[in-house]
């Protein structure tokens, strides 16, 4: 009998229902992620709207990082660049922590020597539109010392239909973004 009963539980647990085991701490039931409305490096406008249709992540950085937003962006910039990243169509709007520093010809050349892909770009506006954004996802920004930014770090995995689906931290790496677009379908 009750060998009978652990092997209907292990029939059961295989059968649908049981959602998959992310890397990322999944937004359940997903939401639709806040939208806005930036011009990115080349002055064209960018907004998660504009990406429907493909997988975004939306992340909050600056040029003059010194330390972890240069590993952020290199992880999602491999991610990008691999097989299911471009299955997935995925892209990552990296928006501004820095309105004053974060200027168009600053944030061209930090993805020129960062060699980031074209689907890479960076939100950037005022202090004003920035602000926006960030209430809209939450995210903290102050001047730190010595011309750092001390902000939230995060990154948001957005679906096809712009919906949240995934949450990151700041270790976050290619590899588990990958692996959990796959197990979202891609």
Not at 4 to 25: E, N, R
Not at 116 to 134: A, D, K, Y
Request: proline content about 9%.
């Amino acid at each position: 009998m009750r060998r009978a009963l652990v092997l209907g539980l292990l029939v059961l647990a295989g059968c649908g229902g049981s959602k998959p085991q992310l890397a990322g701490t999944p937004v359940d039931p997903p939401a639709a992620a806040p939208n806005f409305r930036l011009e990115d490096q080349y002055g064209k406008p960018v907004s998660p709207a504009g990406q429907r249709g493909r997988w975004l992540v939306v992340t909050f950085l600056y040029t003059h990082c010194p330390d972890v937003c240069p590993l952020i962006a290199a992880q999602l910039d491999k991610a990008i660049a691999t097989p299911t990243g471009r299955k997935a169509q995925l892209h990552v709007i990296a928006v501004s922590v820095d309105p004053v520093r974060d200027t168009p010809a600053a944030v061209r050349r930090y993805t020129v020597t960062h060699r980031l892909e074209p689907t890479f770009r960076w939100g950037i506006g005022s202090r004003t539109q920035l602000e926006r954004v960030w209430h809209a996802y939450h995210v903290a920004a102050q001047p730190g010392p010595g011309g750092t930014v001390t902000h939230s770090t995060f990154e948001i995995l957005v679906d096809p239909d712009g919906k949240e689906r995934v949450i990151y931290d700041q270790s976050i790496k290619a590899a588990q973004l990958t692996g959990d677009l796959q197990k979202l379908g891609v």
